[in-house]
């Protein structure tokens, strides 16, 4: 079964306002990440949080993790057109080059 | 820059033909993966290489064989294409465990 699970599956909101998602994880972890999907192209790669930090920034988007929890959340700021896409998380297993994604999560975001 | 090449692009095969998948990074990366994507499944992991000369299972492994060819050569190979392989597939290389992808390849099985 996969590792990621991205909650809501799918979000829908207007220019300017912030995009949370969520992503919930079921084994320990080394890093988890998050990467973007424009239609019908590869995912591209948008910012990795290491298992011992709790927050990271980069842009306008801030990713927190919470490993108590087995959680993560992006948050996108001040959203854009141009950040309609599908968005995934993903995560590294210790101790190993054993990268799996989650189902995803689609985000429009409406002009 | 290259980055990850996928070849074919596209690729209609029958049911119980064989086809290889070609991938090759010009990154010198390490790992290499090969995903597939099918309508709310997400990416699902087939098969990785953490190093030239291993391969290991991912999560739906059935059906498929890859190669290692050298660190640039990561090939997926079908022996026998079933309906339920028709996907599109993603081939990745890792840096410092962020993945680099192709643009993938649309394969139909009829």
């Known amino acids: 079964s996969q590792q990621g699970e991205e909650d809501p599956q799918a979000l829908s909101i207007q220019e300017g306002e912030n995009a949370t998602m969520n992503c919930s994880y079921k084994t320990s972890i080394n890093n988890l990440q998050w990467y973007r999907q424009n239609s019908g192209r590869g995912l591209v790669h948008l910012i990795l949080?290491?298992?011992?930090?709790r927050e990271k920034h980069s842009g306008r988007l801030r990713v927190t993790l919470d490993t108590s929890k087995k959680s993560s959340s992006l948050l996108i700021t001040a959203s854009r057109a141009a950040d309609t896409a599908s968005y995934f998380c993903?995560?590294?297993?210790?101790?190993?080059?054993?990268?799996?994604f989650g189902k995803g999560m689609k985000l429009t975001v409406n002009p | 820059n290259a980055g990850v090449t996928q070849t074919p692009k596209f690729q209609v095969l029958k049911t119980g033909q064989s086809m290889t998948l070609q991938c090759a990074q010009d990154?010198?990366?390490?790992?290499m993966y090969w995903y597939r994507q099918d309508p709310g499944m997400g990416l699902r992991l087939i098969y990785y290489s953490a190093s030239e000369g291993t391969t290991d299972k991912g999560e739906v492994p059935n059906g498929y064989n890859v190669s290692r060819l050298n660190k640039r050569e990561f090939s997926l190979r079908l022996e026998s294409a079933a309906p339920s392989q028709t996907s599109v597939y993603f081939c990745?290389?890792?840096?410092?465990?962020?993945?680099?992808f192709g643009q993938g390849t649309r394969l139909t099985v009829v």
């Open positions: 990154m010198n990366h390490n790992s």
């Open positions: 949080i290491r298992s011992n930090e």
């Open positions: 993903a995560t590294v297993q210790g101790g190993s080059e054993k990268l799996v």
């Open positions: 990745a290389s890792t840096w410092e465990k962020r993945a680099f």
